[in-house]
């Protein structure tokens, strides 16, 4: 059964390093999203992407993230100054186009930022 | 109010129990409902989807849908063992983002 994939499951990184998390989605699937989960919270939305670009981005979203499609296949985010309270949980997820259908979700990449 | 409220649990019940989630929302607007069942440190991986009020069944699942109530509900029919983990509730508008509940731990004792 096709999953998402994402790398590496875990990333440690310094107060104001820059890091780039990778996700691989579905083959066929058109959406594509990240998520994070703070420890003990619930998951809050980051930032859709369909047809090369970003179609929806919450508050949480601000100037030092980005995603990028650099190839068929990848989709990353990027943080480009990294925070204590970026420490969390970042879930990519990837859905078929249409609203019908549902998202599925990557196993996560746990960020740690000391 | 928040926009979809669950309650954190946790819940324990003996194995072979019926278990019962449950979450509500305040946005109408909210048209399509999912349960992800998220095992510790791993991704929510989805359980059942439902888009109209009643009951969709799968298996030991049964999902339920009250628009009117604005309530949701998740069975669990001959719980497991391997059923204990986190329950979140989602949902969503048409093409919008999902909007998660805190999620419910439930353990199931053998």
């Known amino acids: 059964e096709p999953e998402v994939t994402q790398t590496p499951s875990h990333q440690v990184t310094q107060m104001g390093q820059e890091v780039i998390l990778r996700c691989v989605p579905i083959?066929?699937?058109?959406?594509f999203y990240w998520y994070r989960q703070i420890l003990g919270q619930k998951v809050e939305f980051l930032v859709s992407?369909?047809?090369?670009?970003?179609?929806?981005k919450s508050e949480i979203f601000d100037d030092q993230f980005s995603v990028e499609r650099p190839d068929g296949s990848n989709f990353t985010l990027k943080i480009r100054s990294t925070k204590l309270e970026d420490s969390a949980m970042y879930f990519c997820?990837?859905?078929?186009?249409?609203?019908?259908?549902?998202?599925?979700f990557g196993p996560g990449t746990r960020l740690t930022v000391t | 109010q928040k926009e979809v409220e669950q309650d954190p649990g946790p819940l324990s019940v003996p194995e072979g129990a019926i278990v019962s989630l449950n979450c509500t929302y305040s946005?109408?607007?909210?048209?399509?409902f999912m349960w992800y069942r998220q095992y510790s440190r791993k991704g929510p991986e989805l359980l059942m989807y439902?888009?109209?009020?009643g009951n969709k069944e799968d298996g030991r699942f049964t999902a339920q849908v009250d628009k009117s109530s604005k309530y949701i509900s998740l069975f669990i029919r001959d719980s497991q063992p391997s059923d204990s983990a986190t329950y979140l509730c989602?949902?969503?508008?048409?093409?919008?983002?999902?909007?998660f509940g805190k999620g419910t731990r439930l353990s199931v004792i053998a």
């Open positions: 083959s066929n699937h058109l959406y």
């Open positions: 992407f369909y047809n090369n670009e970003i179609s929806e």
């Open positions: 439902t888009y109209s009020s």
């Open positions: 946005n109408s607007a909210f048209q399509y």
């Open positions: 997820a990837s859905r078929e186009d249409g609203p019908t259908y549902e998202q599925y």
């Open positions: 989602a949902m969503r508008t048409g093409n919008t983002p999902l909007v």
